[in-house]
Each structure stands twice: as structure tokens, then as C-alpha cells.
């Protein structure tokens, strides 16, 4: 059985830019979650994807966006990059729609730094 | 709103120790609490899960406390090895945060040999 996995793993983008990560679920998971880890903190939910449809949104401002595609892989996009939003970022899936967080299995994340 | 506290944010300990990691919670109306483990390059893993009407859950050398009324749980490692050496971190669900996990920064554990 494959786990999450992510990609790329480390990326380097410029102030203003766009960028697209990319999630591929655990065989037979449905949910997805993003979450934005800044250094030295606690991850911080962004949203979250069940069956194709956004079930669930942090509080993040629109220029972050997401896909969840029929085989339940997943982007995440991000537009007008700003310094802020160096990080690393995780995705979990889940087996069902996880309306209580419960059974979420991350990958190993991607590191966005912005400059 | 619900905001998560772990203390010490770093701890170091001779291997062989017991050891306590601290998480405190500010809104009592939890779902439940996680206990993750997070190793560089590799994510983040989940280690124990207390419901709101469990107080303490154990796997293997591991055992999590949970005391809604104080907003406090704790993780007690055993017999500590360096393979513990990690980031541990807290997570709680509550109807507050519409069910998502609202985590705290993580205590960096290392174990010396």
C-alpha cells in the first residue's frame, strides 16, 4: 500500500509568482487536507477536499485554492506569492470525510520558500 | 477561541529517562486530542488519539493523559531511546475550531545516547 506522497520536495519561487504543489492520497482515501507549517510552529489548516468538493476552509485568504481530482489526488495553488508564505506544506488523507479529524495520514510536505 | 500551548518548545534528556511533554488547551469543549510525532523529511505521524470522554490512552512505551477541566494532557515517554528524538506536537478538535485541528508548536525532543 503506497502512502501520501508529495511533490516536488523543496521549491523556490520569487515574490509575486504562482505556484502549484501537488498530494497523491493513500490508496482508498476519498479526503484530503492541507495544512501550512511555518517554522517552528504547529501546522495550520487550509483546506480540506472530500469527493471533489471543498468540505472545510481555514482562514486563508482566496488566492489560496485547491483541486481534488477524480482519482482523489490533489493541488494546491497558490497565487501572488509573498514572503509570508514560506513554509512547508502538508497534505493528509483520510478513508472518509473527516469531519473530526480523525485518521489523517501526512506526507512528507513540500518546503516553499519565497525571496 | 481555541488556542494550543506546548511547554518546554526544546528538551533534551540522557537516554534511559522517563520523560512528561506538556499540552494545554484553552477551550474545554474539545472533540478529541492527537498526539503526533513530526521527523524531518518524513511528516508528521500520528501517535495517540483521546476522545473527550477518555482520560488517557497508552501504545507501547507511550501513555497520553487527558484532563479536560484543566485543559491539559500530557505524554509520558518510558525508558527513552534516541529513536525518540523528534518534534512532538498536540492537536485538538473542538466544535470551536468547526471540528479542525488547532495545533500547538511542538516540544523538540532529543534523546542522548
Known amino acids: 500500500e503506497t502512502g501520501v506522497t508529495q511533490s516536488p520536495t523543496h521549491l523556490i519561487k520569487t515574490r509575486g509568482q504562482q505556484v502549484t504543489l501537488r498530494c497523491s492520497s493513500q490508496?482508498?482515501?476519498?479526503?484530503v487536507s492541507w495544512y501550512q507549517q511555518a517554522l517552528g510552529q504547529g501546522p495550520q489548516f487550509i483546506f480540506q477536499?472530500?469527493?471533489?468538493?471543498?468540505?472545510g476552509r481555514g482562514n486563508f485568504p482566496p488566492r489560496f485554492s485547491g483541486l481534488q481530482f477524480p482519482n482523489y489526488s490533489s493541488e494546491l495553488n497558490v497565487n501572488a506569492l509573498e514572503l509570508d508564505d514560506s513554509a512547508l506544506y502538508l497534505c493528509?488523507?483520510?478513508?472518509?470525510?473527516?469531519?473530526?479529524?480523525?485518521?489523517?495520514?501526512f506526507g512528507p510536505g513540500t518546503r516553499l520558500t519565497v525571496t | 477561541k481555541q488556542e494550543v500551548t506546548q511547554i518546554p518548545a526544546a528538551l533534551s534528556v540522557p537516554e534511559g529517562e522517563n520523560l512528561v511533554l506538556n499540552c494545554s488547551f484553552t477551550?474545554?469543549?474539545?472533540?478529541?486530542l492527537q498526539w503526533f510525532r513530526q521527523d524531518p523529511g518524513k511528516g508528521l505521524t500520528s501517535l495517540l488519539l483521546?476522545?473527550?470522554s477518555q482520560r488517557e490512552q497508552t501504545s507501547g512505551r507511550l501513555n497520553a493523559s487527558l484532563d479536560k477541566s484543566s485543559g491539559r494532557s500530557t505524554l509520558y515517554i518510558a525508558a527513552s531511546q534516541p529513536g525518540d528524538s523528534a518534534t512532538y506536537l498536540c492537536?485538538?478538535?473542538?466544535?470551536?475550531?468547526?471540528?479542525?485541528?488547532?495545533w500547538g508548536a511542538g516540544t523538540k525532543l532529543i534523546i542522548k545516547p
Open positions: 493528509a488523507s483520510s478513508p472518509r470525510r473527516n469531519l473530526q479529524s480523525l485518521e489523517q495520514y
Open positions: 490508496s482508498g482515501h476519498n479526503t
Open positions: 477536499y472530500y469527493r471533489e468538493e471543498e468540505n
Open positions: 477551550d474545554s469543549a474539545i472533540y478529541n
Open positions: 483521546i476522545q473527550s
Open positions: 492537536a485538538v478538535s473542538s466544535p470551536d475550531s468547526n471540528y479542525q485541528l488547532i
